[in-house]
């Protein structure tokens, strides 16, 4: 079974001062995983992704993320927040299941950025 | 932008009236999904195409059907619309890799739909 849990509904940043966003998952099998950001009224837009390849992932706009397997997270980071990155942010797992494939979203995060 | 698009982008309609939302696609991805997104949520996957006339249901399939009759459009019916399927409904398009994993989503703008 495939879930993904994102630890924190709302977060709040000063401009400048460094983001987490966390986010966990569970797959029976080696899973692809992703960041989207949604911007109000916008449709989703994907910050990185993570297909089994090197473990720290670099995306658009400043953001990573880094895979660790043992702590089954996928945390999104960025060291100094633009006012610009307030906006809703969704963890996705996506693998394997039996007869097809399953993607799940993670409620999503939404970041303030403090002036 | 994936070249991705949805009609219409607002509609307003009465409890037990047919809707049809349509997306379009220009990329000729394979994979076609319609989700719809509420507060507190995320997306939830409806109902999901894996080619032509291929189609599969998602976790939220009830009250809705699809259909997928060329490889660039995927309709969303709701056959009698309910005040609970008042949402932001997204369509979106992946491709798979060679290396078979699972690649990223495209996502259309949204279509809002607010049945009354």
């Known amino acids: 079974a495939q879930s993904v849990t994102q630890l924190d509904s709302h977060v709040s940043v000063s401009e400048g001062t460094p983001v987490l966003l966390r986010c966990n998952y569970s797959s029976s099998y080696s899973p692809s995983l992703f960041w989207y950001v949604q911007h109000p009224n916008k449709g989703l837009q994907l910050l990185l992704k993570y297909t089994s390849a090197a473990t720290l992932v670099k995306g658009i706009n400043g953001f990573e993320a880094e895979f660790k397997k043992s702590e089954t997270s996928f945390h999104l980071t960025k060291p100094s927040a633009h006012m610009s990155d307030a906006a809703e942010y969704f963890c996705?797992?996506?693998?394997?299941?039996?007869?097809?494939?399953?993607?799940?979203f993670g409620a999503g995060t939404r970041l303030f950025v403090k002036a | 932008d994936a070249g991705i698009t949805q009609s219409p982008r607002h509609k307003v309609t009465e409890t037990g009236t047919p809707v049809t939302l349509r997306c379009h696609q220009t990329e000729n991805h394979r994979y076609m999904y319609w989700y719809r997104q509420d507060p507190g949520h995320g997306l939830r996957l409806i109902h999901y195409s894996y080619g032509v006339k291929d189609t599969d249901k998602g976790e939220v399939s009830d009250g809705y059907s699809v259909s997928r009759s060329k490889t660039e459009d995927f309709l969303l019916t709701l056959e009698s619309a309910t005040s609970s399927q008042t949402s932001v409904y997204f369509c979106?398009?992946?491709?798979?890799?060679?290396?078979?994993?699972?690649?990223?989503?495209?996502f259309g703008p949204g279509t809002r739909l607010t049945v009354l």
């Open positions: 996705v797992v996506s693998g394997p299941y039996t007869g097809g494939f399953k993607t799940i």
């Open positions: 979106a398009i992946s491709e798979r890799d060679r290396a078979n994993s699972y690649n990223e989503q495209f």
